[in-house]
C-alpha cells in the first residue's frame, strides 16, 4: 500500500497478464488506482497544512491568538481574504491567506470596541522584507501616481478600509500596521501582525505584464496542467506536466527562491525595490531554477547515472521539485535536464502572476563561439575528434519559457514574448541565466538589445557544417546545411492539449527575401539567390526509415541516386550510434563501408538492419540514435554526408476512468500499457501525480 499524502488511499492490482511474469511483447499490464477522503486522511492532509503554515504563516498563527486576547480600540482585523482572493484570481492559491495582485483595490475590515475619538484618524503603514527593509506610508487620498492611498467608510465599531496599489508596486510579502492617530500626532494605538501578498496582475491595463486576452490568461497563468514536446522535429511527442502553481505554499516556495538570489543575499533592500520590475524578477529566477553558482533549485545532468537523485525523465511535475528544494533547507534537487527547468521556471513564473508557457525548439543549436554556426569535427571514421573543453553542438530538442511582458528598458517594437532560458549554459553578465530576449528581436534580427540575443539568435538560426579533419590537420568540409536550425518550434494551444507552432513568431519563412534580410542584419553569411538555375550535383545521398517502437529490429535505407551520364564507382560508409538529445555520443551502433557502382540515371539501396542487441547497450534514456552516411568517389567529386537522427518511439500510457467522478467518492482508475521488449520488465515505478487530487505519488512493480 502507498501512501496518499493528500488524503487518499491507494490500491493497485494486476489485472491481466502481467510483464513483470515473463510477459513478451503483447503482454499488457492494467494497474488500479483507488482515492476515498475519510477524516484520518483529512486530519493527516491538515497536519501537512500546519507544519508548512508554521514554517511560511508563523504571522497568521500568531495574529489568532493576539487578536483573541487584544483589548484596545481595534479589537480585530479582517482581511476579507474570501472576497479579496476572489476578486483578485488568487482562490486557487489559498482562500484564508489574503493575497492580492497590483493596481486593484481591496478591502480590509476593522473590529473596534468604540466610535474613533473626536479629532483622532488612521494612518497604514507597509513593511516589506524579513528586517522590514522598505517602508512605505499609504496616502490618504488619491495621490500622485504610482503611489499607495486609502479610504475608509463606516461607523461605530466596523470600519471598512479600501487600500488600492499602483500598477508597478512591489510584489512580495507586505506587513500592515493601523495605526490609532491623535490630534497632535501621537501613536495611540498600533495593530500590526497583518499581513498579505502582491502578485503581478496580467489582468490591469497598466501592470508591465498585462495581457489583453482572456483565454490566453487562462492558459498561462491559471492553468495548473500543460503538455511539454520532446523528440525530433519529424517525429514530436508530448509529454503531461503538472506545473501546480496554487498547490498549498507553493507561493511561499517562489517567494523563497527570490530570497535566496544572491542579489537578495547581497543587498535585500534593492533587492526587494526591484521587485516591480518583470524583467529583474525573470530574469532572477532564470539564474535560481538552476544551482550553478548560486542557492538555486535543480542541477543539471546530461548523463546516467543518477543513482544519487532523481532521473530527469521521472519528473512528471514542478511542486515535488519545489518542495524537496525548500524542506531541504534550500539545497540543490538532483537532477533536471532542459525541459525540468523550463517547467519549473513556468510555474514560478505563472504562481508570480507573470504569463508564461513552454516552448521547445527542435533542432536547437548551442553556439559557443557566437560565429552563428555549429562546427562539427570527424576523422575519417566519422568520430568526433572536436578537443576543444566547450564545443558547439545541436540539440535534438531544447527547452525553454516565454513570458509576457512590456520592455520599458527598451525601444519600441520589443514587448510581447520574452525568452527565458533557465538552462545553465552560457554566462550573461557573469551569471548561468539567459532573458529575457525579445522574440519580435530575433525575428528582426536586433542582436544588440537586452538579454543574450546572439546565444538565442543562434539556437534558431545557426547554420551547421561537418568537417572532415584529415591525417596532415587540414579540414575539408562535407556539409554545410542552413535549414536545419529552429524547426517546428512548438508549444501547447490555448485551445486544449493540441501543438501550437510558433516557428514564424522567430524568424521568417525560411528562403525569404526577408529572412535574408535578417540574415544580414545579424551579421550572418548570406548567399544571395541567382537567376541562373544551379545545377544539382550528379550523386545525391539521403537516410529513410520507418518509425522504429524501442525493442524491435528495423531497417535504415541509405539511397545513392546518380543524375550524371556515366556510373559512379564510390565507397559508402554507414554509421549509426547512440546519442543524447543534446548530442552526446553513447556508443557506436552498427557500422558498415562497402564499395558500390551506381549506373548512370539510376539509384543504389543499401540497407542497414539494426538488432535491438545492437543499441540496447549503449542507446541512452532519450532512446536516441543518429546515423551518418559519407560517399567518397575517391577525388573524382566531393565527398557527400548525409545525417539522419531517428527517435525510438516508447509505449504510451493508457489512462482509463471509468463511471464518473465524484467529490469524495471512491475513484477507480486503470493504468496500462504494452511491453514491446523481447524481455520481461522487472521493477518499474509509476509515477501519479495531480493538481489538486494527488501529490506525486509512486507504484512500485516487482
Not at 194 to 200: D, G
Not at 392 to 399: A, L, V
Not at 528 to 549: D, F, M, R, T, Y
Request: aromatic fraction near 8%; glycine fraction near 8%.
Amino acid at each position: 500500500m502507498s501512501e496518499v499524502t493528500q488524503g487518499g488511499e491507494l490500491e493497485w492490482s494486476v489485472l491481466g497478464g502481467s510483464v513483470c511474469q515473463g510477459g513478451g511483447t503483447d503482454s499488457v499490464v492494467r494497474y488500479k488506482y483507488r482515492t476515498v477522503m475519510n477524516p484520518e486522511r483529512e486530519k493527516e492532509s491538515t497536519d501537512n497544512r500546519g507544519r508548512w503554515e508554521q514554517q511560511f504563516n508563523p504571522l497568521l498563527i500568531g495574529r489568532r491568538s493576539a487578536m483573541a486576547n487584544h483589548k484596545g480600540l481595534i479589537v480585530d482585523v479582517d482581511g476579507r481574504s474570501h472576497e479579496n482572493n476572489l476578486a483578485h484570481r488568487t482562490r486557487e492559491i489559498d482562500r484564508e491567506r489574503l493575497i492580492v495582485r497590483r493596481g486593484q483595490p481591496f478591502s480590509i475590515t476593522l473590529q473596534c470596541s468604540d466610535s474613533l475619538p473626536p479629532g483622532h484618524h488612521l494612518e497604514l503603514v507597509l513593511h516589506l522584507g524579513k528586517r522590514d527593509e522598505v517602508v512605505i506610508k499609504v496616502q490618504r487620498e488619491h495621490g500622485a501616481r504610482g503611489q499607495w492611498w486609502f479610504n475608509q467608510q463606516g461607523a461605530q465599531d466596523e470600519i471598512l478600509l479600501n487600500l488600492h496599489s499602483p500598477a508597478d508596486a512591489v510584489i512580495g510579502h507586505y506587513h500592515l500596521a493601523v495605526l490609532v492617530m491623535s490630534p497632535d500626532g501621537r501613536i495611540v494605538e498600533r495593530a500590526d501582525k497583518i499581513s498579505f501578498h502582491m502578485l503581478f496582475n496580467p489582468w490591469c491595463r497598466d501592470d508591465m505584464v498585462y495581457l489583453p486576452d482572456e483565454s490566453k490568461l487562462q492558459e498561462y497563468v491559471m492553468n495548473e496542467d500543460g503538455v511539454i514536446y520532446m523528440g525530433t522535429w519529424d517525429h514530436i511527442k508530448g509529454i503531461p506536466w503538472n506545473y501546480g502553481q496554487f498547490e498549498d505554499y507553493v507561493m511561499d516556495i517562489c517567494f523563497e527562491v527570490l530570497d535566496n538570489s544572491p542579489a537578495a543575499l547581497k543587498n535585500s533592500e534593492m533587492d526587494i525595490g526591484n521587485r516591480s520590475d518583470p524583467v529583474y524578477v525573470g530574469r532572477t529566477i532564470t539564474a535560481m531554477v538552476n544551482s550553478n553558482g548560486d542557492r538555486g533549485v535543480l542541477t543539471g545532468r546530461w548523463e546516467e547515472p543518477y543513482t544519487d537523485g532523481v532521473a530527469p525523465y521521472r519528473w512528471t511535475g514542478s511542486v515535488p521539485i519545489l518542495q524537496q528544494w525548500s524542506k531541504a533547507g534550500v539545497r540543490p534537487v538532483k537532477y533536471g535536464q532542459c525541459w525540468v527547468f523550463a517547467a519549473v521556471a513556468c510555474t514560478v513564473l505563472r504562481c508570480l502572476g507573470i504569463p508564461t508557457r513552454t516552448i521547445t525548439n527542435f533542432a536547437s543549436a548551442h553556439d559557443v563561439d557566437g560565429n552563428l554556426s555549429i562546427d562539427y569535427l570527424l576523422n575519417d571514421r566519422l568520430e568526433s575528434i572536436d578537443s576543444r573543453q566547450r564545443q558547439d553542438s545541436s540539440w535534438n530538442f531544447h527547452c525553454w519559457v516565454e513570458s509576457w511582458m512590456r520592455r520599458d528598458d527598451l525601444p519600441k517594437g520589443n514587448d510581447g514574448w520574452q525568452v527565458l532560458d533557465p538552462t545553465p549554459q552560457e554566462l550573461s553578465d557573469g551569471v548561468f541565466c539567459c532573458g529575457p530576449c525579445p522574440v519580435a528581436a530575433i525575428k528582426e534580427g536586433n542582436l544588440a538589445v537586452k538579454y543574450d540575443a546572439p546565444f538565442v539568435f543562434a539556437e534558431v538560426n545557426a547554420d551547421i557544417i561537418y568537417w572532415i579533419v584529415q591525417r596532415d590537420g587540414q579540414r575539408r568540409k562535407l556539409r554545410e546545411d542552413h535549414a536545419s536550425v529552429g524547426r517546428s518550434i512548438s508549444t501547447k494551444s490555448v485551445y486544449g492539449d493540441d501543438r501550437e507552432d510558433v516557428t514564424l513568431h522567430y524568424k521568417y519563412l525560411e528562403g525569404s527575401q526577408k529572412e535574408r534580410e535578417v540574415y544580414k542584419k545579424a551579421g550572418r553569411r548570406v548567399t544571395e539567390p541567382s537567376n541562373e538555375i544551379a545545377e544539382p550535383g550528379k550523386l545525391q545521398l539521403s537516410i529513410k526509415h520507418a518509425q522504429p517502437v524501442f525493442g524491435t529490429d528495423f531497417d535504415v535505407i541509405v539511397e545513392v541516386k546518380n543524375e550524371g551520364g556515366r556510373d559512379a564507382h564510390a565507397q559508402l560508409t554507414m554509421l549509426a550510434m547512440a546519442v543524447t538529445y543534446n548530442s552526446r555520443p553513447r556508443g557506436e551502433c552498427q557500422r558498415q563501408t562497402i564499395s558500390v557502382t551506381v549506373p548512370a540515371h539510376k539509384a543504389h539501396k543499401e540497407v542497414l538492419r539494426l538488432h535491438y542487441e545492437d543499441y540496447v547497450s549503449c542507446v541512452s534514456e532519450h532512446h536516441l540514435i543518429r546515423v551518418k552516411a559519407l560517399l567518397d568517389t575517391s577525388g573524382e567529386n566531393e565527398p557527400i554526408m548525409a545525417v539522419s537522427n531517428i527517435q525510438l518511439s516508447t509505449p504510451e500510457l493508457l489512462v482509463q476512468v471509468p463511471g464518473k467522478a465524484v467529490v469524495r467518492e471512491p475513484l477507480t482508475a486503470f493504468i496500462s500499457f504494452t511491453n514491446p521488449l523481447p524481455v520481461p520488465l522487472k521493477g518499474g515505478v509509476f509515477t501519479l501525480e495531480g493538481a489538486g487530487l494527488l501529490s506525486a505519488t509512486q507504484i512500485h512493480v516487482k
